[in-house]
Nanobody, 124 residues
Framework: QVQLVDSGGGLVTAGGSLRLSCVAS????????VGWFRQAPGKDREFVAW????????HVDDSLKGRLTISRDNAKNTVYLQMNTLKPEDTAVYYC?????????????????WGQGTQVIVSS
């Protein structure tokens, strides 16, 4: 099993930056793909980014490329989501999620473990 604790959200003005962290624990965390999803008020949860188990491969949703970067430090069991040039439409609850295995996925139904979520609010 994998346990996830995400943090780093907050209130920021448009154009600012935040770095979200997802600390993972559990026997299989080093063999898990970790992703970030977000859910804006009144909207469905959507994919943001994933990083594979080793940190050698990653993918950010096309609509967010250039502003968001995902990375992983397995020595610290932590996955980061660096968010730059934030916009009001980035306001959402951000969740990290994980599934055990060597693959990757943009589909939230493939993820078995979820963090509690961290709120990001971007003011204009």
């Amino acid at each position: 099993q994998v346990q996830l604790v995400d943090s780093g959200g907050g209130l920021v003005t448009a154009g600012g930056s935040l770095r979200l962290s997802c600390v993972a624990s559990g026997r299989t965390v080093s063999r898990s793909c970790v992703g970030w999803f977000r859910q804006a008020p009144g909207k469905d949860r959507e994919f943001v980014a994933w990083v594979n188990w080793s940190g050698t491969m990653s993918h950010v949703d096309d609509s967010l490329k250039g502003r968001l970067t995902i990375s992983r430090d397995n020595a610290k069991n932590t996955v980061y989501l660096q968010m730059n040039t934030l916009k009001p439409e980035d306001t959402a609850v951000y969740y990290c999620a994980a599934f055990e295995g060597w693959g990757s996925s943009t589909s939230q139904t493939d993820y078995d473990y979820w963090g509690q979520g961290t709120q990001v609010i971007v003011s204009s």
